[in-house]
């Protein structure tokens, strides 16, 4: 059964802060998404990644398939990141299904 | 570009009612997939469509269908709705489903 497991569960950090998520996944995926969502419902998709490392502006994901483990660093961390971040693997059987974590609540103080 | 339009925003509805909700994809998407997002079970998948064929589903009951249109516009029904079905509505579209998602707003339904 795939399981999705992020830590921590909630966050606290001051602005400027280096900010670090952390995902684990219980068997082979073909992709790894990392998903922000923000007060009222909206999600948007953030990376979706196979291998090694991508960066957009403040942000960074990395995966190691062999460890089955992926990050994602927020540098100079901003109130405006406070958010919950969601990180969802994409089954390697074929399928294109979702498998979500719990998610990590940040938030971040001025 | 337009994003994914999801419709209603709101509805509320009693308990054995039937709902329909909307999603419109990106244009040029033929992908679309439904999650339903609880407090208790976070974020869960329903089903997925492609070419107006569902080519993936979640573990939900049979009370919860879909269809996706020649236009790739898809909606998913509940029937015989129950409170625990009170819910946040979320679909995604891509252009075949694996290479990244874009999320529509969500409806968020209450069942009374």
């Known amino acids: 059964k795939n399981e999705v497991e992020q830590s921590p569960q909630n966050l606290t950090a001051q602005e400027g802060e280096f900010i670090t998520i952390n995902c684990s996944y219980s068997v082979g995926i073909s992709a790894l998404h990392w998903l922000q969502q923000h007060p009222g419902g909206g999600i948007v998709s953030l990376f979706m990644?196979?291998?090694g490392k991508k960066k957009h502006g403040r942000l960074i994901a990395t995966i190691n398939i062999q460890e089955k483990h992926s990050s994602l660093h927020i540098t100079a961390s901003h109130p405006r990141d406070s958010a919950v971040y969601i990180c969802a693997e994409v089954d390697q059987g074929g399928s294109e299904k979702l498998v979500f974590g719990k998610g990590t609540k940040l938030t971040v103080n001025p | 570009k337009a994003g994914v339009t999801q419709t209603p925003r709101y509805l509320i509805k009693t308990r054995g009612q039937q709902v329909t909700l909307s999603c419109s994809p990106i244009?040029?998407?033929?992908?679309v997939s439904w999650y339903q997002q609880t407090p208790g079970q976070g974020l869960q998948f329903l089903f997925e469509?492609?070419?107006?064929?569902?080519?993936n589903k979640g573990n939900f009951p049979g009370r919860f269908s879909g269809r996706q249109f020649s236009n790739s516009r898809s909606e998913m029904n509940v029937s015989t709705l129950e409170l625990g079905d009170s819910a946040l509505y979320l679909c995604?579209?891509?252009?075949?489903?694996?290479?990244?998602?874009?999320f529509g707003s969500g409806t968020r339904l209450t069942v009374v």
């Open positions: 469509y492609f070419s107006e064929t569902q080519r």
């Open positions: 995604a579209s891509s252009r075949d489903g694996g290479d990244g998602y874009t």
């Open positions: 990644l196979s291998s």
């Open positions: 244009s040029g998407h033929r992908s």
